[in-house]
């Protein structure tokens, strides 16, 4: 088996990762830095997302910041949340955006400089959105290049190499399928969400899907991985369908059993709903228009295609499509895990945020995690263990088959989907025996969809005994 020595291992090279790797170097420049990543070239959701753009909430005032945190916490119901790292986010947002600046991104504009738009779940124009992500790439990763880093591309990550004392390094696949093992006095997670296990997704391509999986074989805590933030969008182009657009009066349902017109809904009861739906593109966890959403969702075929006829007579096939995750590894102020020397950041680590986020809340916690964690791990950086010892500590490789891989992503879409079917419940059990990196993740899901069912049908039975 190879073994490649560094001092600090980022995995993952999505914004989170090149962040953290940058700022170990700005703190400590005679440090080793790599980034290790299944393809080379941008991946994730960071630059290669189908809208090459991304939006990024920066509270400029001390009143813009207030507002933000209280925004914040207020979608957080029912996830966890912890709102020191919400203050932190709204504290640093500034230095984020210089960063960004710094990098020459390509913000959207007018006459007056960068323009400010509302992101989903937020009626504040606080956002700025920057375009061509190809180019954020190019000038993130020459950025880390010239501090010193290097990268180590075409290694799939496998598992964390942990012992009671810690974390000293990873266990990898390279593309022939052989071991490779990276020895590191500090490791920092930044592998991005789940949503790439989905049958149907509009995620950036290189996602293994599975941090939380390899977390939480590492004995680092997880939170909030059933929040999946799910868009619709029509099958066959992948294209995002604006919820306005379905929920129109004047659109009739094609239902799995009978067709009805979704106009039925359209009573003054649902206005509200309505209007608030139309505030945000993924469905929600916490709010009530959710139920609109439900409703729909009960609507999919066996394919989990929702059929849709549009008020112009043209029928589409939607589905709601796996986006991004709010889950992941608890982590404190400084990015760590519960396990020493194992940081965490981006899109699998959770707390800044719960079960909904502001849109352009993940790429702010991404930059502010990603930097502290980096420096942090910098700081705190121990010596890398003896070969022997990462030898013992590589136990193998636990990622699923294509058909197995093929199996879950089915069940995650018809079962885990917005609803969370009885069939949960039986998954839950069966993915309790199981060890893949796939399936841990998938059962850190469920078991949270499941907990979630279980908490509701315990307050409605509270309510109907009161
Ligand atoms: C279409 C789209 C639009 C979005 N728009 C916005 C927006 O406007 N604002 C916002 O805040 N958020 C947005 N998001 C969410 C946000 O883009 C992501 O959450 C964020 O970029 C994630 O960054 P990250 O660095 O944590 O992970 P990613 O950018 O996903 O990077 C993960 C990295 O880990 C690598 N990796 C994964 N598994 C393995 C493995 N097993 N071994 C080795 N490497 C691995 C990947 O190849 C990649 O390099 C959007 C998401 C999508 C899909």
Same mark, same amino acid.
Request: aromatic content about 6%; overall charge neutral.
């Given at each position: 088996m190879e073994i490649l020595d560094t001092d600090i291992l980022v995995i993952g090279a999505g914004l989170s990762g090149l962040r953290a790797a940058c700022s170990a170097l700005e703190r400590s420049p005679h440090l080793r830095v790599s980034v290790a990543t299944l393809k080379k070239g941008p991946s994730g959701s960071s630059f290669a997302n189908r809208n090459n753009a991304l939006g990024i909430q920066i509270p400029l005032t001390d009143s813009e910041k207030n507002d933000y945190v209280k925004e914040v916490l207020a979608l957080a119901k029912p996830g966890f949340v912890k709102p020191y790292l919400v203050k932190i986010m709204a504290e640093e947002a500034s230095e984020a955006y210089e960063f960004l600046k710094g990098l020459e991104v390509r913000f959207k504009s007018d006459e007056g400089g960068p323009s400010r738009f509302k992101g989903c779940f937020s009626n504040v124009e606080r956002a700025f959105v920057f375009e061509d992500l190809h180019h954020f790439y190019e000038s993130f990763s020459g950025m880390f290049r010239s501090l010193g880093g290097d990268f180590l591309a075409g290694l799939r990550a496998v598992s964390f190499l942990v012992d009671d004392d810690g974390v000293h390094g990873a266990l990898f696949a390279d593309e022939s399928g052989n071991d490779v093992a990276v020895r590191a006095g500090a490791v920092i997670a930044a592998l991005g969400g789940p949503a790439g296990m989905w049958k149907y997704n509009i995620t950036g391509p !290189?996602? @293994?899907?599975?941090s939380y999986g390899m977390l939480h074989r590492a004995g680092v805590e997880l939170k909030n991985a059933g929040f999946v933030q799910f868009m619709w969008a029509e099958?066959? @182009? *992948?294209n995002f369908v604006p919820p306005g657009q379905l929920f129109r009066k004047e659109n009739r349902l094609a239902a799995m059993a009978e067709p009805f017109y979704f106009g039925d809904m359209t009573l003054s009861s649902h206005e509200e709903q309505f209007r608030q739906r139309n505030t945000h593109c993924p469905v929600s966890w916490g709010l009530e228009d959710r139920s609109l959403d439900v409703t729909l969702a009960s609507c999919r075929n066996e394919d989990g295609v929702v059929v849709v006829q549009l008020g112009d007579g043209e029928w589409i096939g939607v589905a709601p499509m796996a986006h991004s995750g709010n889950g992941g590894a608890v982590i404190d102020e400084f990015g760590r895990t519960g396990v020493r020397g194992l940081y965490c950041c981006g899109?699998?680590?959770? *707390?800044?945020? !719960?079960a909904d986020r502001i849109g352009g809340g993940m790429v702010l916690s991404g930059m502010v995690f990603g930097k502290r964690a980096g420096e942090h791990a910098a700081k705190s950086v121990r010596t890398i263990p003896s070969k022997d010892r990462l030898r013992g500590l590589c136990s193998g490789q636990n990622y699923c088959t294509p058909s197995q891989r093929e199996q879950l992503a089915e069940m995650l879409q018809s079962d885990a989907t917005i609803l969370c079917s009885r069939a949960c419940f039986k998954w839950k059990r069966e993915l309790d025996a199981t060890r893949e990196n796939e399936s841990l993740t998938a059962l850190a899901i469920v078991r949270d969809l499941c907990h979630l069912e279980e908490m509701k049908f315990a307050a409605s039975r509270r309510s109907s005994a009161t």
């Open positions: !290189g996602q @293994s899907g599975y099958v066959k @182009s *992948g899109e699998c680590a959770t *707390g800044m945020h !719960g």
